[in-house]
T-cell receptor, first 116, second 109 residues
Framework: GAVVSQHPSRVICKSGTSVKIECRSLDFQATTMFWYRQFPKQSLMLMATSNEGSKATYEQGVEKDKFLINHASLTLSTLTVTSAHPEDSSFYIC????????????FGPGTRLTVT | GQNIDQPTEMTATEGAIVQINCTYQTSGFNGLFWYQQHAGEAPTFLSYNVLDGLEEKGRFSSFLSRSKGYSYLLLKELQMKDSASYLCAVLDSNYQLIWGAGTKLIIKP
């Protein structure tokens, strides 16, 4: 089946620093990748959708200058949380879609970010 | 607007059967997904329905009625490991996934 990896799985950083999270599709080419955030005991919240080679589409209320998304290839997308603050502490999950008639989203294992 | 409703929490007994309902109002419909999510983990795919009817896959079955905007996920022979959140998501006319808030299922011995 389609496998998506995410790195790192956990990261702790100091307030004001930036953190980069990588999302890779290991055995398929992902035309579209999605970034979600999930706070404890809450549902998934879509942050942005990115298509390879084009700018990401951000959901309302998500600061594009704070959450930088790069989808440089069909197998890699990165999310950079810039100038992180404690309120950015959350579970960040990426998913990837192969495209064509395959609309299933294959999820990465998630990244737990803690900002101290 | 687009809306997906599912119960917030359900409790069931080990070995029993539970049905988790999902109703939706979306701009267009291109299929409905069910995902399972254990605490602290990413969602995993359970089922995809695009035509009316029941799809059975082992202990899990998913039903869809497009005319009623309704789906359910049926879990049989419940096991403790089935304790998780179950997410209903609809693919709308733009092929974007609209997510429900999820149903937390608690299994008791």
């Amino acid at each position: 089946g389609a496998v998506v990896s995410q790195h790192p799985s956990r990261v702790i950083c100091k307030s004001g620093t930036s953190v980069k999270i990588e999302c890779r599709s290991l055995d398929f080419q992902a035309t579209t990748m999605f970034w979600y955030r999930q706070f404890p005991k809450q549902s998934l919240m879509l942050m942005a959708t990115s298509n390879e080679g084009s700018k990401a589409t951000y959901e309302q209320g998500v600061e594009k200058d704070k959450f930088l998304i790069n989808h440089a290839s069909l197998t890699l997308s990165t999310l950079t949380v810039t100038s992180a603050h404690p309120e950015d502490s959350s579970f960040y999950i990426c998913s990837a879609r192969a495209g064509g008639n395959d609309y299933e989203q294959y999820f990465g294992p998630g990244t737990r970010l803690t900002v101290t | 607007g687009q809306n997906i409703d599912q119960p917030t929490e359900m409790t069931a007994t080990e070995g029993a059967i539970v049905q988790i309902n999902c109703t939706y109002q979306t701009s267009g419909f291109n299929g409905l997904f069910w995902y399972q999510q254990h605490a602290g983990e990413a969602p995993t795919f359970l089922s995809y329905n695009v035509l009316d009817g029941l799809e059975e896959k082992g202990r899990f079955s998913s039903f869809l009625s497009r005319s009623k905007g309704y789906s359910y996920l049926l879990l049989k022979e419940l096991q403790m490991k089935d304790s998780a959140s179950y997410l209903c998501a609809v693919l709308d006319s733009n092929y974007q996934l609209i997510w429900g808030a999820g149903t937390k299922l608690i299994i008791k011995p």
